[in-house]
């Protein structure tokens, strides 16, 4: 107990300082693996071959008009349709598709939409977990319009889709103007679609399409969409290193009659060294443990899932050992250029 007031007493700053920056890393990091999670799924859903096309028009071109140019093949169809639900800032997404397919949605609850309802026109959804609150009598509001409620996506452990709201792209006559659809023709060429309904929309219709592709590399988009949190980690790092450096100095200036005594009585430097990293990994353990705790207070750890923890833990720790590492070297230099005689006749 001794030992630990002591080592409290002696880095609570070094202490504090690996909270504030574990506690930024990991909302970081899980921000950044929780958006990878994300990408993983959205890009199981469709083939690497899929197109997205943004439709801009002067004029009304309906959901249907595309439908109806793809009927005769195997399609799966998905896009932004509104923008919002009412009040709310959740994304409403559309999907189309006009054979069984094979892959599904992840469901905490329910089931993927029928082949009868989307041919039918029926309003059905598929929730996300984070809405559940919105529903009523198995009804959801969409616009003002009811819509069954058949599952829920995602779950606790996970951010994936848990604040969409997905539903039958052909429940409604959706004009296509400023829409972005992915189009996954399966079997066929994609390429050759999207001209085919470039061509036949354009016999009617005046139509801009922007094309491009939908599948990315998960772990360069997430890390991409947070590189300005990046750069602040790295700056934060470098910050954190000068401190570590400073905190060592005034330590070794503060115990370097110990640190001689130790060397005459026969404790070799390379042990102060060892003693000194194994203090610097305990605090380094202790901030870790502590830099969660406050995280699963805020509540910031409640939508995670295990695999998404261990890799947030190991980042964490590697980050962590890095910078002490590279911290420590200073110090260790500095106590092995110590004159431990001229030190000891200096106290005398």
Request: charged share 20%.
């Amino acid at each position: 107990m001794e030992q630990l007031k002591r080592l409290i007493k002696k880095y609570w700053i070094l202490f504090s300082t690996f909270i504030l920056i574990n506690i930024f890393f990991l909302s970081v990091i899980i921000n950044i693996l929780n958006y990878e999670q994300d990408l993983k799924i959205r890009n199981s859903l469709i083939s690497k071959d899929a197109k997205t096309i943004l439709f801009e028009t002067p004029y009304d071109i309906k959901i249907n008009d595309l439908i109806n140019i793809l009927k005769d093949r195997k399609v799966i169809l998905e896009g932004n349709v509104m923008m919002n639900n009412d009040e709310d800032k959740t994304k409403i997404i559309g999907v189309y598709y006009n054979y069984n397919i094979d892959k599904t949605y992840p469901l905490a609850e329910g089931r993927m939409f029928t082949l009868e309802e989307i041919e039918g026109r029926e309003k059905v959804a598929l929730v996300g977990y984070n809405l559940k609150d919105q529903i009523k009598n198995q009804v959801i509001k969409i616009q003002d319009q009811d819509y069954k409620v058949v599952g829920i996506l995602g779950n606790k452990s996970s951010n994936s889709l848990v604040d969409s709201i997905y539903i039958n792209m052909n429940s409604q006559d959706f004009n296509l103007n400023r829409k972005s659809i992915t189009i996954d023709v399966i079997g066929e060429n994609v390429s050759y679609y999207t001209r085919k309904i470039y061509e036949q929309l354009n016999e009617t219709t005046k139509v801009v399409m922007e094309i491009s592709e939908p599948i990315v590399e998960p772990l360069d988009e997430a890390i991409s969409s947070n590189s300005i949190y990046l750069i602040m980690g790295a700056l934060a790092c470098i910050s954190l290193i000068s401190t570590v450096i400073n905190i060592s100095s005034y330590w070794i200036e503060k115990e370097k009659v110990i640190i001689g005594i130790k060397s005459l009585v026969g404790g070799s430097k390379s042990m102060i060294f060892i003693n000194l990293f194994i203090e610097y990994q305990f605090v380094i353990i202790a901030s870790i443990i502590a830099s969660y705790l406050i995280l699963g207070l805020c509540g910031n750890l409640r939508t995670i899932n295990l695999i998404i923890a261990l890799k947030s833990l190991i980042t964490i720790m590697l980050i962590d050992v890095i910078v002490s590492i590279i911290s420590v070297i200073p110090s260790i230099v500095k106590i092995n250029k110590m004159n431990i005689n001229s030190i000891i006749k200096e106290r005398i």
